[in-house]
């Protein structure tokens, strides 16, 4: 059996990299860097798992350069159509994950990427590989309340970042190539991926391990230095627009890619499947401002209903701490009984997460000495 994976350097493919290697067969990783260089990378992303890979390694693993934003994926007619009529499975996980990346940006990778992959799909002549596609349960979008179902997709409440927009073009994507080619696809919908392992030099990283690094670049730096009027050595509340109750969805990796592979390998009973990756607790999102604040304790973040528009101090203090600002008025929760049902028990529940957890994740690449701007 032969799989054709992107994103496989990155945090959420690495572990599936990790998962798909523990089953017989091959994997064709489509990367942006082969040769000796891409190995590095890639050996280098596995080992930051923490999971086991096989001695053999590096034959049943092929990398193959490759460029998801171009037609063909890059590679030369007769490459496309090889690879095409090689594959058994075809997953899909390379994606911009820049919340506020420009639009244009955003939908040549995360849509057109999308559409390209599919299009190697269906260059495969006869029978077509299985398709998994990772989304994000942030496609919900603007929706503050409420349940989310699986199947639900729609554009009503409009987006909270581009990225979301542009994850939601690309089921749109993929629901009309499924219904076109009368094929099945498999979408996977994560929330927010985490770890509390320690993130090496170089590993791939998760949005609260970015956020931490940042926080300890700015606990070095004097308040006055970066907030014009504030004494030094004096900290600094920052009020942003938000409900002391948001809560965001923060999920394992580990769960997640196992989930993921156990799904894959099972007969989809639909032409369109769509599962919540999702923690069946939400996480408070003043949970994570509390463990900030331990990092960077001049920084106290406040969520305030009544909060006016940000200056530019207060945006860029905002951009430090990453994404969770977006999201800081989302009450809404995520259905799970399709993947309950799908799973039949093989995967239990994750395991709570707790403040220890939650600091470890922030401080995974604390110690990192790759450098970081604020």
């Not at 992303?45 to 934003?69: F, H, N, Q, S």
């Not at 058994?88 to 999308?114: F, K, Q, Y």
Request: net charge positive; hydrophobic share 40%.
């Amino acid at each position: 059996m032969l799989t054709v994976l992107t994103g496989a350097t990155g945090f959420l493919g690495s572990h599936l990299l990790a998962h798909l290697l523990r089953r017989p067969g091959q994997v064709t990783a489509l990367v942006r860097q082969d040769g000796e260089a891409g190995w590095r990378r890639l050996e280098s992303a596995l080992r930051a798992t923490g999971e086991p890979w096989p001695d053999d390694l590096r034959a049943r693993v092929r990398l193959e350069r490759a460029d998801i934003a171009e037609p063909l994926l890059g590679l030369t007619p007769e490459r496309h159509r090889e690879l095409a009529g090689q594959a058994d499975a075809i997953w899909h996980s390379a994606a911009d994950v820049d919340l506020v990346a420009p639009e244009n940006r955003l939908a040549r990778v995360n849509v057109e990427g999308t559409r390209h992959v599919l299009d190697l799909a269906a260059a495969a002549p006869g029978r077509r590989p299985r398709i998994v596609l990772i989304s994000t349960a942030y496609v919900a979008g603007g929706r503050l309340r409420g349940t989310v179902r699986e199947d639900e997709l729609d554009d009503r409440h409009g987006f909270l970042t581009p990225y979301e927009a542009s994850k939601y073009a690309a089921e749109q994507v993929a629901r009309a190539w499924a219904h076109e080619h009368r094929h099945p696809v498999t979408v996977l919908r994560p929330g927010v991926l985490l770890t509390d392992r320690p993130l090496p030099v170089g590993a791939p990283r998760h949005p609260l391990a970015e956020a931490g690094a940042r926080l300890s670049v700015l606990a070095r730096r004097d308040p006055s230095r970066l907030l014009p009027g504030t004494p030094p050595g004096s900290p600094f509340t920052l009020r942003i627009p938000g409900r002391e109750d948001a809560v965001v969805n923060l999920l394992q990796i580990e769960y997640a890619a196992q989930v993921a592979v156990c799904l894959a390998f099972r007969e989809p009973a639909a032409l369109v499947e769509s599962f919540h990756l999702t923690h069946p607790d939400d996480t408070p999102v003043s949970d994570c401002l509390g463990v900030m604040r331990g990092i960077c304790p001049w920084l106290d973040v406040r969520l305030d209903p009544k909060a006016g528009p940000l200056g530019p101090a207060g945006q860029r203090l905002v951009g430090v701490i990453g994404g969770i600002h977006a999201h800081t008025s989302v009450l809404r929760r995520y259905d799970r009984s399709r993947l309950r049902e799908a799973l039949g028990g093989a995967v239990p529940d994750p395991l709570p997460l707790d403040a220890r957890y939650l600091t470890a994740a922030f401080e995974a690449a604390v110690s990192s000495r790759r450098s970081t701007t604020v």
